[in-house]
């Protein structure tokens, strides 16, 4: 069965630093895998998709990048900003294209 | 706009009582999912449907039922036999399958306590 599971759970910056939120999934055989970001109390909001044929995505200051044979993903955020405070999530889709299987979470702090 | 919407945003339940969360998408999609998220965990799997009058138990579906009779509606029901429903519910959609650029969408989600 898939886990994933992500490091560290709670990370709190000063503003303008860069940062990396880990991402582990036990199952290589992934067809996809997704970063969102969550505000408390609300939904979720997807960041960046990366297809398991590819090596990262980039969207603004995120990149995104996926070693699949190791079972990682990393979420790279350049030149953090308050705004940027959310939980952040990463989420794998296996191959057989049902489910979305998801880790717990990191919650970002930049402080001002 | 598109997208998925869920009712109601807070709603008390009393012990023994059932009662039924809302989740309707405008996307088109083929996928349904409903999740639990408990503070400062990640999010499980309670049901999901890749069809109009089918769906599965995910992880956790003891205590909650579902029903899929339109492809825009996917409402869950938590029973009087879930025992701890105070939780963040988040209903989901996406296209289903493999297919590339497959990603999923989610509600604002409903609060659910026990009064």
């Known amino acids: ?112 | 706009d598109g997208g998925i919407t869920q009712s109601p945003k807070y709603l008390f339940r009393k012990e023994g009582q059932n009662v039924t969360l809302s989740c309707e998408q405008n996307l088109n999609h083929d996928a349904m999912y409903w999740y639990r998220q408990d503070p400062g965990q990640g999010l499980r799997l309670i049901y999901y449907s890749q069809i109009v009058n089918d769906f599965q138990k995910g992880d956790i579906a003891e205590g909650y039922s579902v029903s899929r009779e339109k492809k825009e509606s996917f409402p869950l029901t938590v029973t009087s036999a879930q025992k701890n429903p105070t939780a963040f519910y988040l209903c989901a959609s996406s296209i289903a399958g493999t297919i590339s650029g497959n990603t999923i969408y989610f509600g604002e989600g409903s609060w659910l306590t026990v009064v």
Do not use: H
């Open chain 1, 1 to 112: 069965k898939q886990e994933v599971t992500q490091i560290p759970a709670a990370l709190s910056v000063p503003e303008g630093e860069n940062l990396v939120l880990n991402c582990s999934f036990t199952d290589s055989a992934i067809y996809n895998l997704q970063w969102f970001r969550q505000d408390p109390g609300k939904g979720l909001t997807s960041l960046l998709l990366i297809q398991s044929s590819q090596r990262e995505q980039t969207s603004g200051r995120l990149n995104a990048s996926l070693d699949k044979s190791s079972g990682r993903s990393t979420l790279y955020i350049a030149a953090s900003q308050p705004g940027d405070s959310a939980t952040y999530l990463c989420a794998v889709k296996d191959n057989y294209g049902q489910n979305f299987v998801f880790g717990p979470g990191t919650r970002l702090s930049v402080l001002p």
